[in-house]
């Protein structure tokens, strides 16, 4: 079965240093992976895609096939990025196209 | 313009009840996906509507059931309510189908069985 692990439900990182959320998946196609973000009291939203290979509020991921990982960094953390963050990779297949979702992580950051 | 709107945004109902939630998405969206969101299980994806087709479906049981209109529109409706159906649900629209460009989700309905 398709799967993506988040191993972290809770990540607090001091402002200023570096923040790498976890993300592995397991799938037999070939991936196509996400990040999105909730912060509070806003609506779930959509921080990148490995296909795009941009950096989203300095945040950066990179597809790393060998390793079956996706892991979202950035390297100086701020404040305003604490959020919940969704891992999510797109399934493919006849009538089964679907994002499939971590459970998740949130990140504090301490002042 | 306007984002994803889901109503309505809380309801209590107990069990064997029917619900039904609506969602509407952003204009020219043809495609709304439906999510459960619990604690433990996280976002667990229900079905996708396109173009009034049900294109992909979920591991979720026969009393899960959706439909979309010509204007886009969706409902999810769930019979025979249990106790489990507590959650969080949430649509999300897009321009294409099966996930393949961004999703915009709305505010969710939270859903409480008695």
């Known amino acids: 079965a398709q799967r993506v692990t988040q191993p972290e439900k809770l990540l607090s990182v001091f402002k200023g240093a570096p923040v790498e959320l976890k993300c592995n998946y397991s799938?037999?196609?070939?991936?196509?992976l996400f990040w999105y973000v909730q912060y509070s009291r806003q609506r779930l939203q959509l921080l990148l895609r490995?296909?795009s290979r941009e950096s989203i509020k300095g945040f950066t991921a990179d597809l790393n096939k060998g390793e079956t990982s996706f892991h979202l960094k950035k390297p100086f953390a701020q404040e305003e990025d604490s959020a919940m963050y969704y891992c999510?990779?797109?399934?493919?297949?006849?009538?089964?196209?679907?994002?499939?979702f971590g459970t998740g992580t949130r990140l504090t950051i301490i002042p | 313009k306007a984002g994803v709107t889901q109503t309505p945004r809380y309801l209590i109902k107990t069990r064997g009840q029917q619900v039904t939630l609506s969602c509407s998405p952003i204009?020219?969206?043809?495609?709304v996906s439906w999510y459960q969101q619990t604690p433990g299980q996280g976002l667990q994806f229900l079905f996708e509507?396109?173009?009034?087709?049900?294109?992909n479906k979920g591991n979720f049981p026969g009393r899960f059931s959706g439909r979309q209109f010509s204007n886009s529109r969706s409902e999810m409706n769930v019979s025979t309510l249990e106790l489990g159906d507590s959650a969080l649900y949430l649509c999300?629209?897009?321009?294409?189908?099966?996930?393949?460009?961004?999703?915009?989700f709305g505010p969710g309905t939270r859903l409480t069985v008695l």
């Open positions: 799938y037999s196609g070939s991936p196509e």
């Open positions: 490995h296909i």
């Open positions: 999300a629209s897009s321009t294409t189908s099966g996930g393949t460009n961004e999703q915009f």
């Open positions: 999510a990779l797109r399934e493919t297949g006849f009538g089964n196209e679907k994002l499939t």
């Open positions: 509507y396109f173009s009034e087709t049900q294109r």
């Open positions: 204009s020219g969206h043809r495609s």
